[in-house]
Nanobody
Framework: QVQLVESGGGLVQAGGSLRLSCAASGRTFSRFAMGWFRQAPGKEREFVATISWSGSNTYYRDSVKGRFTISRDNAKNTVYLQMNSLKPEDTAVYYC????????????????????WGQGTQVTVSS
């Protein structure tokens, strides 16, 4: 069993920044591919960013490229999402997810590819 706990959400003005963290339990975090997803009210959950367990590969949805950066610290069992130049359309509950049994460079953008999910953290961007 893996537990994921997100933190760092909040209310920010458009153009501002937030850094989300996702702390994972389990001794094999360094072998998990990790992803960030988000869900806005009335919309389906959507992919935001993913990082391979080695940290060598990352992949982003087009609308956040150049603004968001995913990173990980395997020594701290934590994955991060640095969000800059935030826009009102970034408002959503943000979830982190983990996938076991991946190649060192594997990245995954489909929600169904992930085994465990956190409870989510709210990000609200005001205009």
């Amino acid at each position: 069993q893996v537990q994921l706990v997100e933190s760092g959400g909040g209310l920010v003005q458009a153009g501002g920044s937030l850094r989300l963290s996702c702390a994972a339990s389990g001794r094999t975090f360094s072998r998990f591919a990790m992803g960030w997803f988000r869900q806005a009210p009335g919309k389906e959950r959507e992919f935001v960013a993913t990082i391979s367990w080695s940290g060598s590969n990352t992949y982003y949805r087009d609308s956040v490229k150049g603004r968001f950066t995913i990173s990980r610290d395997n020594a701290k069992n934590t994955v991060y999402l640095q969000m800059n130049s935030l826009k009102p359309e970034d408002t959503a509950v943000y979830y982190c997810a983990s996938r076991q049994g991946t190649s060192p460079s594997g990245t995954y953008s489909l929600a169904g590819s992930y085994d465990y999910w956190g409870q989510g953290t709210q990000v609200t961007v005001s205009s």
